[in-house]
């Protein structure tokens, strides 16, 4: 396994990182955790709200069980809360504002993951103006409960997620320097992090990278790819990903929500490969994607969008029904628009335009309009 040091902190960290938003249950979530650590997988990114049932049913308590006798000072782990104004959810870490608040996500976690501190706690999903003003501003706000925290000892480095632009991304790296480490959405088919990682770099910020497979898009074989990488010839599409990622020294881990132990040692395995794309290879990578999909936009299945349409339409699954279908072009959609149709339970006709689920996207997908192209496929069929 590649190590690499988070900026300036000192902490070091496996080059692959374990996103913990995807185990499909604890059974689940103890194995992979437990497999990854012994292929020297040593950093994880964990979520109060991913799989949220109740206090003790969720992936921080799932991480605090798979992690039970195993050497705390060899893993790196982060934990997170997101800052919103409104009403808050503090049993999931979510819509905070307050210093009181603050406290109560970090005791919370602690108490959930069963460790005395964490390397890592970052604001989660930073994403806009107002979740930095409900993050930092003011004597009461959640920034200064985690400087107390950092000063006790309890969380020993502050960061942040973001689907932002690099230059909200820079703007709040350059207002408060004590965030030494962000994740950021990441790969080679969206890239509009690229300013604030080479800010980061220049900085000593560390960088994590989510979204390092698309939400598992980025998979399979692809003739595109042999002919701009000949190099790489019969590589899988994922295994030049990652080679991707890794080869910008800016990122010091790429996060993988892996819930099969095949797909964890495969991942494992190109993580401990120290060859490299160099800097030419990646960009022919780049164009030979641009080419591929026509520049489109992908939807990474985060689900951001569940329980958000007013109709009840599942937008996840129809999103990842067009792009195979329209974007890809692979026989695969046509398959899933036939069965759409056989069924006739899910009719995307129905969609109104009114933009909720746009607003939940983190990538402001065109929903409403690919929305109607299926429904139109489904009327040809």
Same mark, same amino acid.
């Given at each position: 396994?590649?190590?690499?040091?988070?900026?300036?902190?000192?902490?070091?960290?496996?080059?692959?990182?374990?996103?913990?938003?995807?185990?499909?249950?604890?059974?689940?979530?103890?194995?992979?955790?437990?497999?990854?650590?012994?292929?020297?997988?040593? /950093?994880?990114?964990?979520?109060?709200?991913? $799989?949220?049932?109740?206090?003790?049913?969720? &992936? %921080?308590?799932? +991480? @605090?069980? #798979?992690?039970?006798?195993?050497?705390?000072?060899?893993?790196?782990?982060?934990?997170?809360?997101?800052?919103?104004?409104?009403?808050?959810?503090?049993?999931?870490?979510?819509?905070?504002?307050?210093?009181?608040?603050?406290?109560?996500?970090?005791?919370?976690?602690?108490?959930?993951?069963?460790?005395?501190?964490?390397?890592?706690?970052?604001?989660?999903?930073?994403?806009?103006?107002?979740?930095?003003?409900?993050?930092?501003?003011?004597?009461?706000?959640?920034?200064?409960?985690?400087?107390?925290?950092?000063?006790?000892?309890?969380?020993?480095?502050?960061?942040?997620?973001?689907?932002?632009?690099?230059?909200?991304?820079?703007?709040?790296?350059?207002?408060?320097?004590?965030?030494?480490?962000?994740?950021? /959405?990441?790969?080679?088919?969206?890239?509009? $992090?690229?300013?604030?990682?080479?800010?980061? &770099? %220049?900085?000593? +910020? @560390?960088? #994590?990278?989510?979204?390092?497979?698309?939400?598992?898009?980025?998979?399979?074989?692809?003739?595109?790819?042999?002919?701009?990488?000949?190099?790489?010839?019969?590589?899988?599409?994922?295994?030049?990903?990652?080679?991707?990622?890794?080869?910008?020294?800016?990122?010091?881990?790429?996060?993988?929500?892996?819930?099969?132990?095949?797909?964890?040692?495969?991942?494992?395995?190109?993580?401990?490969?120290?060859?490299?794309?160099?800097?030419?290879?990646?960009?022919?990578?780049?164009?030979?994607?641009?080419?591929?999909?026509?520049?489109?936009?992908?939807?990474?299945?985060?689900?951001?969008?569940?329980?958000?349409?007013?109709?009840?339409?599942?937008?996840?699954?129809?999103?990842?029904?067009?792009?195979?279908?329209?974007?890809?072009?692979?026989?695969?959609?046509?398959?899933?628009?036939?069965?759409?149709?056989?069924?006739?339970?899910?009719?995307?006709?129905?969609?109104?335009?009114?933009?909720?689920?746009?607003?939940?996207?983190?990538?402001?997908?065109?929903?409403?309009?690919?929305?109607?192209?299926?429904?139109?496929?489904?009327?040809?069929?």
């Amino acid at each position: 396994m590649q190590y690499r040091v988070v900026g300036d902190t000192g902490v070091k960290v496996s080059a692959l990182g374990i996103g913990t938003m995807r185990f499909k249950g604890r059974e689940n979530a103890v194995e992979m955790i437990r497999h990854a650590v012994g292929l020297g997988l040593t /950093y994880l990114d964990c979520g109060a709200a991913y $799989a949220f049932k109740s206090h003790d049913e969720n &992936a %921080e308590a799932w +991480v @605090g069980e #798979a992690i039970k006798g195993l050497d705390r000072s060899k893993l790196v782990i982060s934990a997170k809360a997101q800052p919103r104004k409104g009403e808050a959810r503090v049993d999931r870490n979510l819509g905070i504002h307050t210093r009181d608040q603050m406290w109560k996500c970090i005791e919370q976690s602690l108490e959930r993951v069963g460790v005395d501190y964490f390397d890592f706690y970052q604001f989660w999903d930073m994403s806009a103006p107002d979740h930095f003003a409900a993050a930092c501003r003011g004597k009461d706000s959640p920034l200064a409960a985690l400087r107390e925290a950092k000063e006790q000892g309890i969380v020993r480095h502050l960061g942040f997620t973001s689907h932002g632009t690099s230059e909200q991304i820079i703007n709040w790296l350059s207002s408060v320097k004590d965030f030494r480490f962000i994740t950021v /959405y990441y790969n080679f088919t969206n890239r509009q $992090a690229d300013e604030a990682i080479n800010y980061a &770099a %220049e900085h000593n +910020v @560390g960088v #994590a990278t989510m979204g390092s497979l698309y939400g598992g898009i980025l998979t399979g074989h692809s003739d595109a790819f042999d002919e701009a990488l000949p190099e790489l010839r019969g590589k899988p599409t994922h295994e030049i990903a990652f080679r991707f990622l890794f080869a910008n020294p800016g990122i010091s881990t790429a996060l993988s929500g892996m819930n099969e132990i095949a797909h964890l040692e495969e991942n494992a395995a190109i993580a401990s490969d120290d060859s490299l794309l160099t800097p030419g290879e990646c960009e022919r990578f780049v164009r030979a994607f641009m080419d591929f999909s026509n520049g489109e936009a992908l939807c990474s299945g985060c689900r951001y969008c569940d329980n958000v349409c007013p109709f009840e339409l599942p937008i996840a699954k129809l999103m990842g029904t067009y792009q195979l279908s329209q974007i890809f072009g692979l026989p695969a959609g046509e398959k899933q628009i036939e069965d759409l149709r056989a069924k006739g339970q899910i009719d995307p006709s129905k969609c109104e335009a009114c933009g909720k689920c746009t607003e939940a996207c983190p990538q402001n997908l065109p929903i409403a309009r690919r929305m109607e192209r299926l429904a139109e496929l489904l009327q040809e069929a």
